[in-house]
C-alpha cells in the first residue's frame, strides 16, 4: 500500500507545475468554533482544485509507450479538468466521460483544456463500464478519480505542504467523495505526527463512506441528491477505503443548508469562491457537527469550481 515515500515522490514531479496554495486564517472563523483554524485553499490550484495534483502525478508516470493511446477518465467536473490539463501539459490525447447534468463550467472548461468530452445520463448508465470500453477501443489508458496510488499520492502533496507550513496540528479534515484526498492527508498526517486526528465530511445525503466504516465492508448507495457535486460518489474504492480504515479516519455529515453557509462565510470573511463539495470542512465546523474546542485544526478546501449564476443562488440569503 502507499506510503509517505510515494507522497514526496509525488511532489518532486510536481514541483513547478502545481501551485503551491496559500494557507488562510479567519479571525472570526477560530472565534465561532473555538478552535485555530488553517484553511489550505487548493481551490486556487490550478484548473481550480486539488485534483489537478493527482491527475498529472499520475499521467507523468504512464510509458512513454502507452502515452500515444491516450488517456480516459471519467469525472462529474474537477477530476475532468484536472486530467484535461495535465494531458495537454504532457502532450498526450485526453477522452473524459463527464454526466450530462454535470455544471456548464466544468463541462466548458474540460474542452477548454483540450480533451474530447463524452456525455452520459448518469441515471441510466455506468460511467466506469463506458470509460473502460473507450479504453479498450482506443488502446488508452484509464485514469481513474481516487481508486489510484498515484492519485492518491498526488492527492496526499496538498497535506504534505500544509503540514510543512503549519506546525503541530491536532486534526484535518477534508471533503469526502471517493476517499481519494482523504487517503492521500491521513498518510502524509500520521507520517507527520501519529497522534493527527483525520476527519472527512460528507453530503448526508450520500454518506456511503460513513455508512461503509461503520459496518466495516463497502456499502453501495443510489446517486445522491446534493448541491455538493464532486461527492456524489455511491461506494468508496476498495484502496481508499483500506486506507480510511488502517488509518482511524472518522466521517461527518452536513447538510446542504450547511453548505451553502460555509460557501457564503468562505466568501463574506475570507474572500473566497468555493463550490459546495469544497465547503464541506468549513461546513462541519460551522454547523458544529465537528467540536474541537481549543484545537489546531488543518482544513482543506478541495475545489471552487462553480458556475457564475448557480454560485449567486447557492450563497443568496435564504428568502
Known amino acids: 500500500m502507499i506510503g509517505i515515500e510515494g507522497i514526496r515522490e509525488a511532489a518532486v514531479r510536481l514541483r513547478g507545475i502545481a501551485h503551491r496554495t496559500p494557507v488562510m486564517t479567519s479571525r472570526t472563523l477560530n472565534e465561532r468554533t473555538d478552535a485555530q483554524i488553517y484553511v489550505k485553499c487548493e481551490n486556487l490550484q490550478r484548473m481550480g482544485a486539488f485534483k489537478f495534483r493527482g491527475a498529472y502525478n499520475c499521467i507523468a508516470q504512464i510509458p512513454s509507450e502507452q502515452r500515444a493511446g491516450g488517456v480516459v477518465a471519467f469525472s462529474s467536473g474537477n477530476h475532468a479538468q484536472g486530467v484535461a490539463l495535465a494531458a495537454r501539459l504532457l502532450g498526450v490525447r485526453a477522452t473524459i466521460v463527464m454526466p450530462s447534468d454535470a455544471p456548464v463550467s466544468k463541462l466548458a472548461a474540460t474542452r477548454g483544456y483540450g480533451a474530447e468530452v463524452v456525455e452520459y445520463d448518469r441515471a441510466r448508465s455506468h460511467r466506469e463500464e463506458l470509460a473502460q470500453s473507450l479504453c479498450e477501443e482506443r488502446g488508452a489508458t484509464l485514469v481513474p478519480p481516487f481508486e489510484d496510488e498515484r492519485i492518491i499520492a498526488g492527492a496526499g502533496t496538498a497535506a504534505l505542504e500544509l503540514f510543512e507550513d503549519v506546525e503541530a496540528l491536532d486534526a484535518v479534515v477534508v471533503p469526502v467523495g471517493g476517499g481519494g484526498l482523504m487517503s492521500g492527508t491521513a498518510i502524509a498526517a500520521h507520517a507527520h505526527d501519529s497522534r493527527m486526528a483525520i476527519y472527512g465530511v460528507e453530503p448526508e445525503e450520500g454518506d456511503d463512506f460513513r455508512r461503509s466504516l461503520e459496518l466495516g465492508e463497502i456499502v ?100
Open 220 to 319: 453501495r448507495i443510489d446517486v445522491p441528491h446534493t448541491i455538493a457535486d464532486g461527492l456524489q460518489t455511491t461506494a468508496p474504492g476498495t484502496l481508499t477505503f483500506a486506507i480510511a480504515r488502517e488509518h482511524g479516519a472518522q466521517i461527518l455529515t452536513v447538510s446542504d443548508d450547511d453548505l451553502r453557509d460555509a460557501m457564503r462565510f468562505a466568501f463574506e470573511r475570507l474572500k473566497l469562491v468555493v463550490e459546495p463539495s469544497g465547503a464541506a470542512g468549513i461546513a462541519a465546523l460551522l454547523s458544529g457537527k465537528l467540536r474541537l474546542d481549543g484545537k489546531r485544526i488543518g482544513v482543506i478546501i478541495s475545489g471552487g469550481n462553480v458556475d457564475a449564476d448557480r454560485y449567486a443562488q447557492l450563497i443568496a440569503p435564504p428568502a
